[in-house]
């Protein structure tokens, strides 16, 4: 990851915790004079964390295999300005006191170096940020050639009608990042020609709704239909933006949903017997059943369940149900609940971070899980689309493509990528589905294809839409919801969306079903 440049400073959480860092260091960053610059908008911080992902656990970049180190949303040095080694981790609190510490001392000086920059609307501050935050801080030149087309266009209003196509042209074709990168110069460009200020939510703001039956986009009092199904006034371009489906407005919408409770602090778990968090060696229990040292708030953040170290792991389990704890010595199976082994030689897919920093997890190959996934009796797959498109972009074929070693087709209406192509769907959809298998019959209503938001993670083959457990849709306060959801976390999935996670928006239109996907350092690697 090259480093970043303007980011907007109050959009981020103070941290007020006591975490691992030094205090002086956060301190520093609480009290800098930019800490009241609110000039960036919420777009801007929409795309970067859509695009770079959370990653709690160091990681090579994905570009070079190898430095610079990288860690949280896109970090590559520490509080210090020290470089950071695998095997080091961090807490989601630490991730944004750097991201923070990023934007104040980096980043938001060298945006107001671009001549126009005050005369941009949000959103074309927010795609222009996200652009500089993947590719540099000294990106604006109008005499280095190699951002010299971009700068151009930026550097007068009159030349603006040329920034999306401009965007576009930075995505190291013939790289391995290539595909990933053209997602997000979409995506940006889509932000900038939008007309109204900050983004909404993560999978929606982007891009537009449009699946019969949604919502209506921007607030529209109304859902999303055909005209001959609209009873009342109809408002074009708040659905798909074509004419076979629109906003139904005073349609009948889905009843208020009461507000999801409070939860738990993020990021830990807490029951008692699970494995502690953060790698610690032992399992979550009261003070008076640990017999050894404590450390407490690395289970649930209560005082009556801590993690008790040293104290007797969960049970040892076959090669099938791989132990969900920390790993790492070579034939070990990998944590997480991913079905395969850690080891420094690999023959099949492998899965960074989930062993202990020197060997990797190897999975199974990419077909055999999905073959698995395919014949399972208890894993049902749609064959056709909400939207009533026909094509051969289904979950069904394309879960059929994935257990013949193929790569899947993609949906090729609405907010499709054009031309129409195919992807590769990775390996952990298909074993998220097996364990969810063991609860029952489950239905997957999308993977890659269908129609959804402007540089989803859907059309990478990263993501997929869960429709149903046991003949259970996943409504407010369904128990079945927040199994699938627990799966999905385990397995890695960095963006969980359902209307009993309380992230917004996006989580409330996610009312039925949930959406899981992984990290985009995952596409292509399969």
Known sequence: MIKPLCVIATL??????????????????????????????????????????????????PKTGGKPITIGWGSTKTLKGGEWKLGESITKAQAEVLLKHEILTRTLPGCKKIPTWTQMNDNQKGAIISFAYNLGENFYSTTKDAFKTISTALSKTENWKNVPAALLLYVNPGSNVEKGLRRRRQAEAAVWNSKTGAADDQEDALGITGDAGEICKNGQDGICGTPSSCKTKTV???????????????????????????????????????????????????????????VPGHCNGLN????????????????????????????????LGMPGVCSSSCHGVTVSG??????????????????????????????????????EATAYKEARDAAAGKASWLSAYGNCPKPQGKTRLIPELAATLLKIAKL????????????????SRHYDGIGMDIGSLNGKGFTYGVPEALQVIKICREFGATEILNINIPCGDSCKKHNG??????????????
Do not use: M
């Not at 049970?315 to 791989?322: E, L």
């Not at 997890?361 to 208890?378: D, G, R, V, Y």
């Not at 079903?513 to 399969?526: D, F, L, Q, S, T």
């Open 12 to 61: 981020f959480l103070t941290v007020t915790q006591v975490i691992a860092l030094p205090v002086s260091d956060i301190e520093n960053i609480q009290d800098s004079p930019a800490a009241g610059d609110n000039d960036v908008p919420e777009a801007a911080v929409v795309l970067i964390k859509e695009f770079e992902g959370l990653y709690l656990n160091a990681y090579n970049d």
């Open 236 to 294: 074009p371009g708040h659905c798909n933006g074509g004419p076979d489906n629109v906003c139904c407005l005073n349609a009948a919408t889905p009843p208020p949903t009461p507000e999801p409770p409070t939860p738990a602090p993020k990021g830990v778990v807490g029951d008692a017997g699970e494995p502690c968090k953060n790698g610690q060696l032992g399992v979550c229990g009261n003070p008076t059943s640990c017999k050894t040292k404590t």
């Open 304 to 335: 009556d369940n801590i993690c008790c170290l040293n104290a007797p792991g969960p049970a040892p389990t076959t090669p099938s149900t791989p132990s969900t704890g920390p790993a790492g010595d070579s034939g070990q199976a990998c944590k």
């Open 354 to 391: 989930f062993c202990n920093g020197a060997w990797t997890c190897c999975l199974p190959s990419t077909q055999s899980l999905w073959k698995s996934a395919f014949e399972h009796p208890n894993i049902k797959y749609n064959d056709f689309h909400f939207s009533k498109v026909i094509d």
């Open 440 to 455: 029952g019959t489950v239905v997957l209503n999308e993977i890659a294809g269908g129609s959804h938001s402007v540089g």
């Open 513 to 526: 079903w949930i959406h899981c996907a992984w990290p985009r350092a995952r596409e292509g690697k399969v």
